[in-house]
């Protein structure tokens, strides 16, 4: 058991180190703070312009889904990009149990965003009318510690602060828990277009097109029930589509009893996928040592 947390947590931590050239500040801002920011505020003032919904609606959506960013990218390049570093055939070489080595990989796209948080924390503490008081910063790094939704947070923050969204504070606990949820289920999504990742030259044929779709058929910026009738069957069984469905309901003031419906499926939604995942990484570990082709690129 040890020595398979050691596997989980530690080899989680060095592929990351590994894998990712974003650990430099110029490419890590651009692209996990930048890019969402800017994703936020494009689609609520083009909803403002139009006059088709509120504020809350597109920060809500798009806050929650620029989590793909990590989840999917992350995850993919992390598991996909093995092979292209041609350290894969030496990490299946190992006799490492295989549920400990790759869900370990996962893992720190989610802690990620507990240091994007805490910077939007730190802005609004520099920046802004913002001075908790000290005995209160256990309690509130708790809650940012849920809201370990990667860039998620982030998003709200730009919402909050440059937009029409202002939820209720007692909304926020709830919200987190609700946002962590849809974060772990997108990375279980990642784990199967990682995993897809090694059949493929490119992981990115495959991480490009899934990124972008969530935005077409998860209720981000259209309500799913204005799509067609194959689009919200498509959409009711990809991640993030019920969690941000119960992340809106919760930032208007309902309960999370209220949406326990929706988290449910939600986080069914996300054992599903971390399933497919695993076994299709098994499935193509062993496809690749049958054909030899498991460094083929």
Known sequence: MRQTLRIFFLGGYFSYRALFNWQSPRFYVPTMLGGPAFQVLFFAYLGRFSHVRDDAFYVVGNAVQVSGMSGVFGVAITVGGERWTQ????????????????????????VNGFIVSAFGFAIGRLLLDFHPAPGTIPELALVVLL??????????AIGRLLLDFHPAPGTIPELALVVLLSTTTCTAFGLVVGAL???????????????????????????LSALPK???????GMPLTHGIAAARRVAHGASLSSVDGLLGKEALIGLCYFAVGYILLRVFEAEGRRRATLELV
Do not use: K
């Not at 400990?100 to 989610?110: N, Q, S, V």
């Not at 044929?205 to 990124?211: C, D, E, H, K």
């Not at 194959?230 to 009711?236: F, H, L, P, R, T």
């Open 147 to 156: 809201s370990t939704t990667t860039v998620s947070a982030f998003g709200f």
């Open 197 to 223: 990742g090694l059949r493929w030259r490119d992981v990115f044929t495959i991480a490009n097109p899934a990124y972008f779709l969530m935005l077409l058929f998860c209720g981000v910026n259209i309500p």
């Open 230 to 236: 194959w689009m919200q069957v498509v959409g009711s």
């Open 87 to 110: 350290t894969l055939a030496p990490l299946l070489a190992t006799p490492a149990n295989r549920m400990a080595l790759f869900l370990g990989r996962a893992l720190p796209h989610i």
